[in-house]
């Protein structure tokens, strides 16, 4: 005790017995046992379901940092003025109260998969019987020269919901008059293919009502992209002359972005912005990457159950997932989630498991009452999700057909929303 | 006076036949558990109470749910999203659906 002061030796044995005794997170019963990792689209639906359906039968855990969720979807509704913050932000509560799931607002840090456990930020592990991982997105950063974790304060990609979609309607609604937004959208493959373009339009939206002689120029590093028709029909009608969408074939490729002089580097010129939202390439959320059971930067799944193909026990939705024809979608994770929910229900309690079914429909606003939107019904083929049937908004549809698919697309954001969280 | 209960009775169990037999094609094979199932697919847009943009169809009539989706699935009725749905339902799925959402509350 020569150089341990005593003060220091009551914390390290504190510290030491604290550690002792967090090692489990005990729910202290005999049933099997799911641990979800994710309270989005897929983990939300996931942890919802597997308790409801099993009517205690199974003991569901979701791990979840965020006490409030955020949509991503409909954010652009938010950044555009449509929606206020507060009305896509959706509490944990009722999971726990309705339906008994025990929701653990921490990170899960890694995934030990032959002891079944995962390790908490407080040090803590929990024990599963069956693993869904629902983590959504990582952004890439390095795929971008020029950009990094701090350029994001300059240059947001807001491409989480959150903050930084606050911080870049703030940057947005304080640009200067006559101004240029920029907008790098993802390379393939990315969360919420029509994304970029909605925000696209609903930058205009605010900017041809507060700053019309303000111009948007899209550096795109594809040749096309989702609704593109729709979209520039769209822009042209409502907007007209303020969108500039330049391919990756005409810039010839980003080399890089600078977030002190705000400018964007291409083979073709340097555009300089007042305002940029740069969204770089993505991967799986960094869990399922530490779970092993990715292959590159996605995780392969088995279409007909949602279970990855390197490990039975571990479930895989949304983003994260290989989905093949289903777009990384809020609608997509939360059909597979139904899906991934029956399939352990099944397992866990021999419940009866019903044939995969999945489907998907993306709306996206391009101005006021000007709803557009795409979906298709997909079946799980031996080794990809596959397309059985699609549709997509026609550009002459009329007026009042576009003002009824933007109500359509209310009616689904507190359908899905309650499906996630009620 | 029990000859008019009688005739009643047998009229009403008349009235029961007859509307089960005209029931029966479009519910025939209605599987309760696979009709919950389903359902995880209508609720992602169909709310239990609201109205908003979307209608709700906890409780409605079994037939009348029948009766829609097949009209959806024979593109009668129009909206692109439901002729999808309706279109990858066979008709023990479409019967499921209909007695699963005709069990719930409004």
Partial sequence: MN?????????FALASTSLLAMPAISTGSARPKVVVVGGGAGGATAARYIAKDSK????????????????????????????????????????????????????????????????LGSGATVSYDRLVLSPGIDIKYDSIDGYSVEAQTKMPHAWKSGTQVKVLRDQVLNMPKGGTFAMVPPPNPYRCPPGPYERISMVAHILKEKNPT????????????SKQGLFMAGWEKHYPGMVEWIDNDTHGGIKNVNPETMEIETDLDTFKADVACVVPAQRAGAIAMNAGVTDGDWSPIVPASMQTKADGNIYVLGDASVASAMPKSGFSAN?????????????????????????????????????????????????KIEVVDKFVSKTDEGNAKRKKTYEESIGWYNGITTDMFS | MVNIIFKFFIAISCLLIFRGLLAEPLLDGA??????YLSGQCVTCHQSSSDEGIP?????????????????????????????????????????????FNSLEK
């Fill in chain 1, 3 to 11: 150089n341990l002061s005593r003060r220091s030796f009551v914390s």
């Fill in chain 1, 56 to 119: 205690g039968a199974i003991d569901v855990t979701l791990i979840e940092a965020s006490k409030h969720y955020y949509t991503c979807f409909y954010s652009n509704l938010y950044l555009g003025g449509f929606r206020d913050y507060d009305s896509i932000g959706h509490s944990y509560d009722n999971l726990s109260a309705n339906h008994g799931v025990n929701v653990v607002h921490d990170w899960a840090i890694s995934v030990d998969s032959s002891a079944r456990k995962v390790r």
């Fill in chain 1, 214 to 225: 303000a111009k948007i120029v899209v550096i795109d590093p594809k040749n096309k992209f």
């Fill in chain 1, 335 to 383: 059909s597979q989630a139904k899906v991934a929910a029956n399939h352990i229900r099944g397992e866990l309690t021999d419940s009866r498991v019903f044939p995969a079914k999945f489907s998907n429909t993306c709306w996206s606003l391009v101005a006021t009452n000007d709803g557009i939107k795409v979906g298709a019904n997909y079946k799980a083929g031996d080794e």
């Fill in chain 2, 31 to 36: 599987d309760f558990d696979y009709g919950e």
């Fill in chain 2, 56 to 100: 709700a169809i906890n409780g409605a009539e079994a037939l009348y749910i029948a009766e829609k989706l097949m009209l959806y699935k024979n593109k009668e009725l129009e909206n692109e999203v439901m002729q999808l749905v309706a279109s990858a339902l066979d008709k023990e799925q479409i019967a499921s659906l209909a007695i699963y």
